[in-house]
């Protein structure tokens, strides 16, 4: 069936994504059919054109690419409101106390429920591909073919990882291992599910089980978090002789599909190694902020040759306020109220360009003929100028807060007039309500102090 989105502003691009730049089409329209873009222009180019299209009305908003998140975490869901019970006085005990014990607590069901809560909210913030970073120790096998399935049902496109970790012991370890290898296999053919290696972070990673990993690691990425804190440099150091990103290379697992969560302590070397791989650092500043851990200088670590990216880290699905929040923390910590737009605005359309990597869509993020018809309106009517030139600051300050009425997903409305299609809101509230004190009672039942570096986890 062919449909066209009319009646707003239509922005074919984030920068960087296209050669030529964004362009901006006031009183512009997007004709898709099925799961492909068809035609984009000027309203009323297209109304002669596509006339028998099904009318989408942007009511004068935004009419954008659905935005791309390359860092989440889907299983942290469940934590709103979750008081860990004990100080967390350093990022190990934000790992140990908080963190390690709510993975260690879900359970198939949690998992489950968990994954529709996040995907529900990257509907609504209107992000049309994610890649999530995924735990639960007590249910490892199949955890990923159920988020998958969930993926699936809400109707979006996902990268999906098992994070392998020494934490609680080499069996587990193995196991994360297997699973996360028989998820990429059986997503060989899938064009819209991917699965990558997915590892927790240097520190709780062994060289025997780094070792394993490179083993069987075909160029289907690895997903990691590194140096979100010294701990992962200062450790890896001490019990490798190695820092993270060296580590990465030397076992042959640092290339252009590489995520590398945060990269915010890193040594100097580390960041030319980063660049010299094409390897990208995903960017996550309200995490960040929430943990003091400190500050990714984006300007800075951009200027070294590193494709900086940007992702949300389970703190929300939205990555456009994620964008503001880079941009004002930058400004805050210059004390600079002319900075910012430096490399900031290229955040989004890198996303873009590192996640064609993993999809076989040359096009994906971008509003033109035969790309796949992912895009969302943002209310906000054009009120002041918009043009090439202007977009980020716009994104930053006048929509960035703005409500998603729309997200179509490969030619689906998942997302119409603010109300999710494909997943029943107050069933799932329901079941998360039902599920929650059970994992919360679980996760005080679990010790603090799970430990590093093949430290098997206590529980009571
Ligand atoms: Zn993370």
Redesign the pocket.
């Known amino acids: 069936m062919t449909r066209m989105v009319r009646n707003g502003t239509v922005v074919t691009s984030m920068p960087g994504v296209s050669p030529g730049g964004p362009v901006i089409i006031s009183r512009g329209a997007v004709v898709f059919d099925g799961e492909r873009i068809v035609a984009i222009g000027e309203e009323s180019d297209l109304k002669g054109m596509h006339g028998g299209a099904e009318e989408i009305d942007a009511r004068g908003g935004i009419i954008m690419p659905g935005l791309v998140n390359l860092?989440?975490?889907f299983y942290s869901a469940l934590a709103r409101g979750l008081n860990p019970g004990a100080p967390m006085n350093s990022f190990s005990d934000v790992l140990d106390t908080l963190w390690w014990r709510l993975d260690r607590a879900l359970d198939k069901e949690t998992v489950e429920i968990s994954a529709h809560l996040s995907l529900l909210d990257c509907i609504r913030w209107g992000c049309t591909t994610v890649f999530d970073?995924h735990a639960s120790p007590s249910f490892i096998d199949g955890s990923l073919d159920l988020i998958g399935s969930a993926v699936a049902e809400v109707g979006l496109s996902a990268a999906l990882c098992y994070e392998v970790t020494d934490r609680n012991g080499v069996e587990e370890a193995a196991r994360g291992i297997a699973e996360n290898r028989r998820f990429i296999e059986a997503c060989r053919q899938q064009p819209r599910l991917k699965g990558l290696v997915g590892l927790h972070a240097s520190f709780t990673v062994s060289d025997q089980t780094m070792s394993n990993v490179a083993a069987t690691y075909s160029g289907e990425g690895c997903h990691i978090?590194v140096a979100?804190d010294p701990v992962d440099v200062s450790a890896s150091l001490v019990a490798f002789g190695k820092g993270p990103v060296e580590r990465l290379h030397d076992f042959g697992i640092l290339d252009e599909k590489s995520l590398l969560?945060?990269g915010i302590h890193l040594p100097d070397g580390a960041y030319e190694r980063i660049a010299e791989s094409g390897a990208s650092i995903i960017h996550?500043p309200e995490?960040n902020a929430n943990n003091g851990v400190g500050r990714l200088d984006v300007p800075e670590v951009a200027a070294r040759g590193v494709q900086v990216c940007l992702?949300t880290?389970?703190m929300s699905s939205s990555v456009l306020k994620a964008l503001r929040f880079a941009y004002l923390m930058h400004r805050a910590s210059t004390g600079d109220a002319n900075s910012g737009f430096e490399h900031l605005p290229n955040l989004l359309g890198n996303n873009v360009l590192v996640a064609r990597r993993f999809f076989e869509e040359p096009l994906l993020g971008e509003l033109v003929e035969d790309a796949p018809a992912d895009l969302i309106v943002l209310d906000g009517s054009e009120i002041t100028p918009l043009d090439e030139q202007n977009l980020f600051a716009y994104l930053a300050y006048g929509v960035s807060e703005a409500r998603v009425s729309h997200t179509i997903a490969r030619g689906k409305t998942v997302l119409e007039n603010y109300q999710p299609t494909t997943v029943d809101v107050e069933a799932l509230s329901a079941r998360a309500r039902t599920a929650s004190p059970d994992l919360w009672r679980r996760f005080h039942e679990l010790d603090t102090g799970t430990g590093f570096l093949g430290s098997p986890g206590k529980s009571k």
Do not use: K, Q
């Open positions: 860092h989440h975490h970073h978090h979100e969560a945060h996550n995490s992702g880290d389970g």
